[in-house]
Every structure is written in structure tokens, then in C-alpha cells.
């Protein structure tokens, strides 16, 4: 089990505060967003806070990210499983890539879980509760399926290249 005793000091406090800004950012302003399907590249920042901080921290900053997305720039009613979904996804994060190397198995198996768990479990449960349009809507799974297949590929890319950039065995030094 990874050991998660961490003391939270001001450059901690900082860096996170810039990564969940990032996210934010990304997000809701350079994020493409529909009633079924939202794509974003909020995952880059998600990959640097796994890296530096491990999963319990990660999780919780991408949960706060996805709380002040919603206070800042609301586009529909607040809803908590979506926060589940930051929560759930920050863990992956953080469990794949808290003081490991970036591969790209690493980045493959990342996008897949959060693809299978987040995009193809949760989400829909989510949509057809808020919506309330039955699970087995085609109009759910439709654009969930093709953002799937376009995105695996996408975003596989994406972390391998970020995470194989981020000099993390040096920023880490500075986080222990």
C-alpha cells in the first residue's frame, strides 16, 4: 500500500492550487460540453497531481476542481455523481502514477479503466437520474461508445508524452 503521510506546507498547497486551476480551466472554458457527453483535457493537470501527490490528494483536487468548475462557470444544476467521478478518477490517477514511470501500459490501462468505470458505468447512471430517460437509451450510449473509441487513442497519446516530459523524479524531491 502506498503510503499517504504527507505534510501539507505552503509549496504543496500552491502547486495543487495551480494544477486544480489548470483543471478548471481546461475543463469548463476549453472543454467541449453536451447534455451527454462532455470532452476535456482536464486529464493533463489530473496526471501531474497523480504523479506528485498519489491517489488520496489527487482525488481530492480533482473533486474540488470539479466543485469550483461548477460554483465559477455553472452550465446546469449541480449534480454529486459527477463529483464521484472527479473523486473516482483522481484515485486512478494517483494509484498509476504516484512516483512511477509513465509507459505507455501505464497510460493504456489508465484510459481504459477511467473509460470503462467513469465514462461507461458511472456517467451513464448519472445521466439517465438527471435526466430521467431510461438506462438503455440509445441516446446515452451513442455518443459515450464513439467519444470512447475516438478518445482512447487521444488520450493514451497524451499521457505518454506529458508524463514522459515531466521531470517528476525531480519535482518529487521537492514533495517528500
Do not use: C
Not at 36 to 56: A, C
Not at 60 to 84: E, H, N, Q, R, W
Not at 132 to 147: E, F, G, Q, Y
Amino acid at each position: 500500500m502506498l503510503a499517504m503521510k504527507r505534510k501539507v506546507d505552503a509549496h504543496m498547497i500552491a502547486v495543487m492550487g495551480l494544477l486544480i486551476a489548470l483543471m478548471v480551466v481546461l475543463s469548463q472554458i476549453l472543454g467541449f460540453e453536451t447534455s451527454y457527453i462532455k470532452i476535456t483535457f482536464s486529464f493533463v493537470p489530473q496526471l501531474i497531481m497523480g504523479m506528485l501527490f498519489g491517489p488520496f490528494w489527487t482525488a481530492v483536487g480533482s473533486s474540488l476542481a470539479d466543485i469550483a468548475g461548477m460554483v465559477i462557470f455553472p452550465k446546469s444544476a449541480y449534480f454529486f455523481g459527477f463529483t464521484i467521478n472527479a473523486f473516482v478518477g483522481g484515485l486512478i490517477y494517483g494509484y498509476f502514477f504516484y512516483r512511477k514511470e509513465v509507459t505507455l501500459k501505464r497510460a493504456a490501462m489508465v484510459v481504459l479503466l477511467n473509460t470503462l468505470l467513469i465514462t461507461l458505468i458511472l456517467t451513464p447512471i448519472w445521466l439517465a437520474m438527471m435526466l430521467n430517460i431510461p438506462l438503455t437509451s440509445w441516446a446515452i450510449w451513442s455518443v459515450r461508445l464513439l467519444k470512447a473509441v475516438i478518445m482512447f487513442p487521444i488520450q493514451t497519446a497524451l499521457i505518454y508524452i506529458v508524463g514522459r516530459a515531466v521531470p517528476y523524479k525531480r519535482l518529487i524531491r521537492r514533495f517528500v
